[in-house]
């Protein structure tokens, strides 16, 4: 018996290594039937090689440009200009704060990104980070942040913002709230489920996958999504 539990031990923190590296990641599985991929990156990933990833069936991209009311990712403009001259569907996301007013951090993105028709919805990260990861902010200060936050981007853009959430998010602040945005949800360990039943619009399904022309010393990783078979991409589009 103890044996068999010493080869059930090896062979599962076998398979949690070979998850964690990427190797192997049953998500995959799942996406594969999905025909619209997307990659979302930031200055993280460092120089993207955009020609090499529209040939490897990328359709679509989101890019980091703005965090809070003041930080703009080093690499958005170029990450802009080079995804779009490769034909790829291209958006931006703004990674929300809990520590300063939407308004403001509306104003950053604007002031960012190009409201350019053809390009995609701009996205909220909604997210814990930093020390607010297993200590969530109240309902209330959230919303009282993401609500101007959504409105004036859509105001602006003329266009819903998608919601980019992961499952601990979604269900402290979105639960039965915001049904005009699109849902982006992040699963990467099992198919998405979202808390309420709500049909997700976006499914972020790895955050270890590797591309040909994404990569750095500081990550060598790249998020990978589908699109839902329910949504068009078209829907997604600035006007």
Known sequence: MAVAA??????ALT????????????????????????IDVSHHNGVVDWSRVAEQDIDFAWLKATEGSTH??????????????????TGAYHFMSFE?????????????????????????DLEPYGSFKGNLPPATEVRAILDPLLSTLEDYYG????????????RAYLVDRYPDNPIWFRSVAWPPRVPDGRDWSIWQYSSRDRLDGVG????????????????????????
């Not at 703009?72 to 569907?89: E, H, L, Q």
């Not at 951090?105 to 053809?118: E, K, L, S």
């Not at 266009?159 to 979604?170: G, K, W």
């Open 100 to 124: 300063s007013p939407g308004a403001g951090q509306a104003h950053n993105m604007i002031a960012t990104v190009p409201r350019d028709a053809g390009t995609l919805a701009p996205v909220v």
């Open 15 to 38: 398979l949690a290594l070979l998850v964690y590296t990427g190797v192997v990641m049953p998500t995959r599985l799942f996406a594969a039937r999905y025909d619209v991929r997307g």
């Open 159 to 170: 266009i819903a913002p998608v919601i980019y959430t992961t499952p601990s998010a979604y």
């Open 72 to 89: 703009v990712d080093s690499r958005f403009a170029a990450n802009w200009s080079g995804a779009r001259a490769a034909g790829i569907a």
């Open 216 to 239: 750095s010393d500081d990550e060598a990783y790249v998020d990978m999504n589908v699109l839902s078979d329910d949504v068009d991409l078209d829907s997604l589009i600035v006007r």
């Open 6 to 11: 010493g080869v059930f031990v090896a062979a």
